[in-house]
């Protein structure tokens, strides 16, 4: 605007607009200011129930729709609602049909008839784990439990359940049927073939052990950058010894460590001391080369183990 020429009515009433709006909010800020003092001052019950009453609502200054969380739910498979029904119904008895686990294996599986034991019979199991599950059609599963008995004994039973199609509802459409247990297979063959030497990367792997299982150490300073692992806590054993390590890798059996980048996968066998006694274990490792030392890069368990520790 030029000097001497007068403001136009717009211009002017712009910024009384903008002052009148600020001491609105400021007017909001001491209401609020006094009104949480004035709650404090009546007593921490107050406080709460106006915490409690008051409802609060968060929004985006770019958006004046409020935001809704969505939340994902994973329907779980039909196996633990089986084992859960097995274990009860093999605890109920027809003549108890008003006890706890009489009227939850019923409303599990409404028209089951519960079992008779007789006077003096096996104790119910000890341990029920489900072992398989078979899908006979679309929302029709049959699930095999295993009930272990404290004799060791094991029997089998096929649970019949049903659910509905997003697999969020579950019953138990029959009685249970007593079946035998699933085959055993031959044990595959190991990926692991080659043997790995005493050197580098084996002192690496039985170094890092120590420290996850005993807490002598620290486990980061075997990682690759980047790799997170913590240790076992507390510490279960009191010394690790590591029996023997195998490769898929050639690269794993050479005595200096390879270029950098070079990884390996590697079986370690290991025997774990502590006061409950002795325990045969098995690691995975992926390991990769950097800076002449083997690093790890991940951890799993020996799955693929065809020999115990001797």
Known sequence: MSPG??????????????????????????????AVWTVIA???????????????????ASSTKPTTARVTTVAA?????????LHTWLRSSTKDEASAQARHAQSMAPGVDLPEPATGAQPAPQVVTAVRTAQRAQGVWSVTVAAQYADASVRYYAVPVATDRTGASFTVTGAPGVVA?????????SPYRE?????DLSSTVEQFLAA????????????????????????PYRAVTVQQIS???????????????????????????????????????????????????????GAAATEGVR
């Open 5 to 34: 020429k007068p403001a136009s009515r717009s211009e002017a009433v712009a910024p009384m607009a903008a002052g009148a709006r600020l001491e609105a909010m400021r007017r909001r800020v001491r209401v609020s200011r006094l």
């Open 42 to 60: 009546a007593g921490p019950i107050a406080l709460g129930i106006t915490l409690t009453s008051t409802p609060t609502t968060v929004e985006t």
């Open 77 to 85: 498979g039909p196996a633990g609602y089986a084992q859960l029904f």
């Open 181 to 189: 247990g699933p085959a055993r297979r031959e044990m595959p063959a």
């Open 195 to 199: 043997s790995v030497p005493e050197g």
């Open 212 to 235: 996850y299982l005993t807490g002598a150490g620290e486990v980061d300073r075997y990682l690759a950058p980047g790799v997170k692992l913590l240790p076992v806590t507390p510490a």
């Open 247 to 301: 490769a898929i890798e050639e690269t794993a059996t050479t005595v200096t460590v390879p270029a950098d980048g070079t990884k390996a996968r590697v079986l370690a066998q290991v025997e774990a001391r502590g006061k409950d006694g002795r325990w045969p274990l098995a690691y995975e490792f992926t390991l990769a080369a950097r800076s002449g030392r083997w690093e790890i890069s991940a951890l799993g368990t």
